[in-house]
């Protein structure tokens, strides 16, 4: 279903854009708070450096207020319109929804933000490995 060189396949499972090989971020699992943010410098793979610029990340800030939304409408949906909620409780599930997701939305906005800027390349891995 998800293959290399497919850009959601690099976001879904936040490996690194340009070779697809290993995990750009050092704990895997984005409930482990205290790491949520650290990134490995480079890939070990193909040596693309995550953060191209200092701050590059600042601007997941907007992916992630989309993906926010995102959730926050699928779970009123869910809420009121589904299951016939009153509003009160669908402002607690709009809640509980962005609480308990925004681990997975910060890491996904970062995921999308980085496959902005950068693609799959099948070449990365040896031609790294030529220059080395």
């Known amino acids: 279903m998800l293959k290399k060189g497919n850009k959601l396949y690099s976001i879904l499972t936040g490996t690194c854009p340009k070779c697809q090989e290993e995990s750009m971020y050092l704990n895997k699992n984005p409930y482990y708070m205290g790491q949520i943010f650290k990134m490995h410098e480079r890939c070990s793979h193909c040596n693309t450096k995550y953060k191209i610029e200092p ?3 600042y601007g997941a800030m907007y ?3 989309g993906l926010g939304i995102a959730f926050a409408v699928a779970a009123f949906v869910i809420s009121f319109l589904i299951l016939k909620s009153s509003l009160k409780v669908s402002f607690i599930a709009i809640m509980g929804t962005l609480i308990f997701f925004m681990p997975i939305i ?3 906005s970062r995921n999308i933000w ?3 800027f950068m693609s799959y ?8 490995s030529k220059k080395k």
């Open 121 to 128: 390349d099948p070449n990365a891995k040896e031609a790294f």
């Open 106 to 108: 910060m890491r996904i």
């Open 63 to 65: 992916v992630s207020y």
């Open 114 to 116: 980085i496959n902005m």
């Open 55 to 57: 701050s590059f990340f």
